[in-house]
């Protein structure tokens, strides 16, 4: 067995084992970030806005929800408020990468955080835990990811004048089938199932009681915690 096998990298070179793995997200970003191009474009977003943005805000929903709010005319105080909610989750997601990534240079770890989202997320979690931890591919899957979400912002801006609605294309629907494709690639025994189904359940519920924008990063916590109680108890 190759040194690289047992490493648990991908064959090839670490570009092209990012190219690989980043497509399922380029996929879904490419529609998503045309439909936030479309969305800003109608809300009265200049272009060099809405490409900035997505440059370096870089945070799908967050974008989505943020340029609703400013067609709907509110200040920038509770748009940004609202943004920084809707991004906690990224604290979760930082803290569990972080344990990989422990020899990386400091410069390294702000590039790489900096580029994180949840589908990125998802990827280098699978990719951390069979051992994959090579630093080319992981910010090749960050940038290719990003890239395309830049140039479907970019494209969709340019749309956005004979687009009169993204919803009847469908095209809302392409980030929640890409989440559903992301979460069926790290199930791998009937307890992810469970904790993945819980979960999913208790952020409807939290959603209906009222916690809005916090109901994810809720049923995040207690769906996390109730699996590592479930997971111990069956060892016992």
Not at 80 to 107: C, D, E, G, Q, Y
Request: charged share 10%; proline share 4%.
């Amino acid at each position: 067995m190759t040194t690289q096998a047992l490493a648990g990298e991908q064959p090839g070179s670490p570009m092209l084992s990012a190219a690989r793995q980043v497509a399922p997200i380029v996929m879904g970003y490419l529609p998503v970030g045309a439909a936030y191009g479309v969305l800003a474009q109608q809300a009265g977003l200049s272009l060099l806005n809405t490409v900035l943005m997505s440059v370096l805000v870089y945070a799908g929903s967050a974008q989505l929800i943020a340029v609703a709010m400013f067609a709907a005319g509110l200040n920038p105080v509770s748009i940004i408020a609202t943004t920084f909610v809707v991004n906690l989750r990224h604290l979760l997601m930082s803290a569990s990468l972080a344990p990989n990534l422990k020899s990386w240079n400091k410069w390294e770890l702000a590039l790489f955080a900096y580029e994180v989202t949840d589908e990125s997320f998802a990827v280098h979690s699978v990719r951390f835990a069979r051992g994959d931890l090579n630093k080319t591919t992981c910010f090749g899957i960050n940038g290719l990811a990003q890239v395309s979400w830049v140039l479907a912002s970019f494209a969709g801006y340019f749309a956005g004048a004979s687009i009169p609605s993204v919803e009847p294309l469908g095209i809302d629907y392409a980030l929640p089938a890409m989440f559903i494709a992301l979460l069926v690639m790290q199930m791998k025994n009937g307890l992810h199932v469970l904790v993945a189904g819980f979960s999913g359940l208790l952020a409807l519920v939290l959603n209906q009681a009222g916690a809005a924008q916090w109901s994810v990063i809720l049923a995040t916590v207690i769906g996390a915690t109730f699996g590592a109680g479930v997971e111990s108890w069956t060892r016992k």
